[in-house]
């Protein structure tokens, strides 16, 4: 799937915390969710996005708690894909897991600028910003079943029907 | 053939295989798979939403989930009755939600824990477990909901870091300040995607809630997991508890480690992060002065009983200064009970400290203690990134207890060796 949509940028180390603070965790609403993203050092940031926009972010992003709302509430924001130059291992994991598009591309992130469009098709391996193509490496086998299968919930599913039907799991 | 470090040996075990490399894809059966207040809420519902029914095999699962009791509002109250209603319907004995504490302190005093597990958690201080030599990675909660149903997951085989402690602690320095320094050394992104191994002549001196808290800060520096070998501290602590004495694993002499880093104790101060980072680390006389509101003891870091008894040591007899407050919440139940029969509370109160219920108290900014703009607050806990403990323009600085009791008595961030000089 190719995704096209302007930059939002932010520096490194950002944490959960600041993504989805702990007091809004009462609940697990993606709508609810978005409303509140980036809330900590961006108010109202859910306004400036628009569907199919991208995140560029710095290194070791997603870093501190192991909360799922985090890529859950920007992915209902509705950011297409987010482009670090580096994640955090339990966020990859879990937007993977959720179905939200991640790639580390330092290279691409250090060129972008806030209100740049960009455009990317990560099963092809491309992403262009601002004119100026970049090759992204390819998932490993295990990223790319879940990511093919739309999510590791789906991933569950046929992994069931499979049981059920007493073909290996 | 080059030698293994305790990840490699534990993951090729877990996997199954003779013998894994560092980067090897391996798929892992899990022996105790844990979700809490926040997660397993998430967890459920992907679950159902996969269409599955079962858990694969419930005395596996342990679900801490009152971490945050009593319940601030209506929305977390049903969530935890919507997980204690999933644990019945599926056998799951190991239900906590209502005032036991949070997890990384409670399942050890329980015996849940024993080394050459491997621990899955959809809270990221699991890596606190690798005090007993586990291997315990942080999982988000769909990953979670699979792990329920399959009892497996996959893994990479990470890189280590060696992490070695020379020397001897000295007086009012503590754990908490050699996490804090390997903090500094290490930054909050040093060991990303890499496990830790915890060594060395200090740290064989200190018991199991003390190791704790090194290896609970592991995430911090970006870790995958900490590991520490077991020794007799580890078997006496699991003797005391009913717990299994497991699969103690050892590193060759000879494992291949990514980065190794070297920490004298000796030379070590008590250390203070400063806002908003974990690793903004600096000795205490470097902040000393610095004008506080509130102060708060405890969490999965630095809330059980040694951290308690470190804290009455300097507040014994004293009174907490004028316009400070000072919060007090032991991790556990059972912490909490010790602390009562033992007089600790006691001391705690009179000086002038609020004793929380159990749990995870203000850590999150979900309760009991959040921050309003003005606030500074000094606290034993292992995160001080923006907006954390409430609102966005309040400033946290993370210590051990004895820097929180000994600036408790003078409202600014204080040196204990000098306060009790």
């Known amino acids: ?169 | 053939m080059l030698g293994r470090t305790m990840a490699e040996k534990m993951l090729a075990a877990a996997s199954g295989r003779e013998r894994v490399r560092v980067g090897d894809v391996v798929t892992v059966n899990v022996d105790l798979a844990m979700a809490n207040d926040i997660t397993a809420p998430l967890a459920i519902r992907q679950m159902r939403s996969a269409g599955a029914n079962r858990v694969f095999d419930p005395s596996k699962i342990c679900i801490v989930a009152g971490r945050h009791a009593p319940f601030r509002d209506s929305h977390f109250a049903s969530e935890v009755a919507f997980v204690e209603q999933f644990c019945k319907e599926q056998n799951i004995e190991r239900f906590f939600g209502f005032g036991e504490g949070m997890d990384h302190a409670l399942i050890p005093e329980l015996g849940y824990v024993s080394p050459g597990m491997l621990i899955c958690n959809a809270d990221s201080h699991v890596c606190t477990m690798g005090a007993f030599g586990t291997f315990s990675v942080p999982m988000g909660s769909t990953e979670m909901a699979y792990i329920f149903v399959f009892g497996q997951t996959w893994l990479v085989v990470p890189p280590s870091i060696q992490v070695t402690y020379d020397g001897e602690l000295s007086r009012y320095v503590t754990s908490k300040d050699l996490a804090l320094a390997t903090l500094k050394e290490l930054g909050v992104d040093g060991a990303r995607y890499k496990a830790i191994e915890f060594v060395g002549k200090a740290l064989t001196g200190l018991s199991m809630d003390q190791r704790m808290t090194i290896t609970n800060m592991a995430i911090e520096m970006g870790a995958k997991t900490a590991i520490m070998e077991p020794d007799q501290v580890t078997s006496d602590y699991l003797k005391a508890r009913g717990a299994s004495a497991g699969t103690s694993y050892r590193s060759d002499l000879d494992a291949v480690y990514e980065r190794k880093v070297r920490l004298v104790a000796d030379d070590l101060s008590p250390m203070v992060a400063k806002p908003h980072s974990p690793d903004a680390v600096v000795p205490v006389q470097e902040v000393a002065g610095v004008k506080l509101t509130q102060i708060t003891i405890g969490t999965c870091t630095n809330g059980r009983l040694v951290d308690l008894e470190e804290a009455a040591e300097v507040l014994k007899g004293n009174k907490v200064a004028k316009g400070v407050r000072l919060l007090v919440t032991p991790a556990t139940d059972i912490v909490y009970r010790a602390a009562m029969e033992s007089g600790l509370l006691n001391i705690l109160q009179e000086a002038g400290a609020t004793i929380n219920p159990p749990g995870c108290g203000p850590c999150a900014g979900i309760h009991m203690g959040v921050l309003g703009p003005k606030d500074v607050c000094l606290a034993t806990h292992n995160r001080n990134f923006r907006g954390r403990m409430g609102h966005k323009e309040s400033e946290v600085y993370l210590c051990g207890p004895y820097v929180a009791a000994a600036s408790a008595l003078t409202g600014v961030i204080s040196d204990p060796r000098e306060v009790l000089a």
């Open chain 1, 1 to 169: 799937m190719t995704f096209e949509g302007a930059i939002h940028m932010f520096g490194d180390h950002i944490d959960t915390d600041v993504i989805i603070p702990a007091k809004y965790l009462n609940q697990s609403d993606p709508k609810q969710l978005a409303l509140r993203c980036f809330e900590p050092v961006a108010d109202n940031f859910h306004d400036r996005v628009q569907l199919g926009d991208f995140l560029f972010v710095g290194e070791n992003f997603g870093c501190g708690s192991s909360r799922e709302h985090a890529p859950i509430a920007i992915k209902a924001m509705g950011i297409s894909c987010v482009v670090a130059k580096s994640f955090a291992r339990i966020f990859y994991r879990s937007a993977i897991n959720i179905g939200l598009p991640v790639v580390a591309c330092p290279s691409a992130v250090a060129a972008a600028h806030e209100g740049d469009r960009a455009t990317a098709n990560l099963e092809e391996g491309w992403l262009v910003v601002a004119g100026q193509r970049y090759e992204v490496p390819a998932y490993p086998r295990e990223v790319l079943e879940i990511i093919q299968a739309g999510g590791l919930v789906n991933h569950m599913q046929r992994r069931l029907r499979e049981q059920k039907e007493g073909a290996p799991a």
